[in-house]
């Protein structure tokens, strides 16, 4: 095979190869511009030219992407907020929603008696509480750094209906998250009907649970939503969570007494 000649001017450490092979600082270049040492750019950077029309130079803040080998760059607008190393920074965000609910506490099923809660209760766990799931809400996800924070927030519509309309009844319940199976965050309500006939004995509001949870180990968690009926002044009242009682009253629906649960990860930036 015949070796490549190259014309070389020794004072700019320039060479050309009669393949069209342009080289600054070596003499074996490997492509059409082999550029070895630093480099000062005083003007736009074009991208996508031809012989006949001038590269693209892209806008102000955008950044240059490779399409792959072959393919010309192109410019693209990132939405990349600046973190200085030692800063914690949102890396992910889960979103779930739930119009299903827990109607299995209603009427003529007894509260469960348990009044405390405390962080590491299994939630299979029958002698710390009867706990049911809003199935919906389940959300998994990998903790890459040991230094995170862990957002929970948690929202959904409460009902309860009295056995008579202008009698005045109340349920205690509450609502926890749990991670891998083992309790978290937990945060205890009462709701009472109201005493007024042309609601029905209907009454309904919005729960609301926020905490935050830090340093969670790495692997793969598992989060949960799941609630539980603690006492009860009648029997009879009916019960539900993220979910309207019945669908012949005008006064609520599944929509507007929706689950959502949100779970922010936010992690350490070491670098």
């Not at 070389?8 to 003499?27: D, E, P, R």
């Not at 409460?158 to 009698?167: F, H, L, V, Y």
């Given at each position: 095979?015949?070796?490549?000649?190259?014309?070389?001017?020794?004072?700019?450490?320039?060479?050309?190869?009669?393949?069209?092979?342009?080289?600054?600082?070596?003499?074996?270049?490997?492509?059409?511009?082999?550029?070895?040492?630093?480099?000062?750019?005083?003007?736009?950077?074009?991208?996508?030219?031809?012989?006949?029309?001038?590269?693209?130079?892209?806008?102000?803040?955008?950044?240059?992407?490779?399409?792959?080998?072959?393919?010309?760059?192109?410019?693209?607008?990132?939405?990349?907020?600046?973190?200085?190393?030692?800063?914690?920074?949102?890396?992910?965000?889960?979103?779930?929603?739930?119009?299903?609910?827990?109607?299995s506490l209603s009427a003529g099923v007894a509260a469960?008696?348990?009044?405390?809660?405390?962080?590491?209760?299994?939630?299979?766990?029958?002698?710390?509480?009867?706990?049911?799931?809003?199935?919906?809400?389940?959300?998994?996800?990998?903790?890459?750094?040991?230094?995170?924070?862990?957002?929970?927030?948690?929202?959904?519509?409460?009902?309860?209906?009295?056995?008579?309309?202008?009698?005045?009844?109340?349920?205690?319940?509450?609502?926890?998250?749990?991670?891998?199976?083992?309790?978290?965050?937990?945060?205890?309500?009462?709701?009472?009907?109201?005493?007024?006939?042309?609601?029905?004995?209907?009454?309904?509001?919005?729960?609301?649970?926020?905490?935050?949870?830090?340093?969670?180990?790495?692997?793969?968690?598992?989060?949960?939503?799941?609630?539980?009926?603690?006492?009860?002044?009648?029997?009879?009242?009916?019960?539900?969570?993220?979910?309207?009682?019945s669908n012949t009253n005008t006064n609520s629906n599944?929509?507007?007494?929706?689950?959502?649960?949100?779970?922010?990860?936010?992690?350490?930036?070491?670098?």
């Amino acid at each position: 095979m015949e070796k490549n000649k190259h014309k070389c001017i020794a004072g700019l450490f320039i060479c050309i190869s009669l393949n069209a092979q342009v080289g600054i600082k070596t003499t074996s270049p490997n492509s059409v511009l082999d550029v070895n040492g630093i480099t000062s750019l005083r003007k736009e950077l074009r991208s996508g030219g031809t012989s006949s029309q001038k590269g693209n130079a892209g806008l102000n803040g955008q950044v240059l992407v490779s399409q792959g080998e072959g393919l010309p760059p192109v410019w693209k607008s990132l939405n990349v907020s600046y973190v200085e190393e030692g800063q914690y920074k949102l890396t992910n965000t889960y979103l779930s929603s739930d119009q299903v609910g827990i109607t299995s506490l209603s009427a003529g099923v007894a509260a469960d008696g348990f009044y405390s809660s405390n962080i590491g209760d299994d939630i299979t766990d029958i002698t710390k509480g009867k706990w049911i799931k809003i199935a919906a809400l389940e959300n998994n996800f990998v903790i890459k750094n040991n230094k995170n924070k862990l957002n929970y927030q948690f929202q959904t519509g409460i009902e309860i209906k009295a056995p008579s309309a202008t009698s005045t009844q109340y349920i205690t319940f509450t609502c926890a998250v749990f991670r891998n199976g083992k309790l978290v965050a937990v945060r205890p309500d009462k709701i009472s009907s109201n005493n007024n006939s042309s609601k029905q004995g209907l009454q309904d509001y919005i729960f609301t649970l926020n905490y935050m949870e830090q340093n969670v180990s790495t692997g793969n968690q598992k989060v949960e939503v799941a609630c539980r009926k603690i006492d009860s002044s009648n029997l009879n009242s009916e019960f539900t969570i993220g979910k309207n009682i019945s669908n012949t009253n005008t006064n609520s629906n599944a929509f507007t007494l929706e689950s959502v649960f949100k779970v922010d990860i936010i992690e350490f930036i070491p670098y």
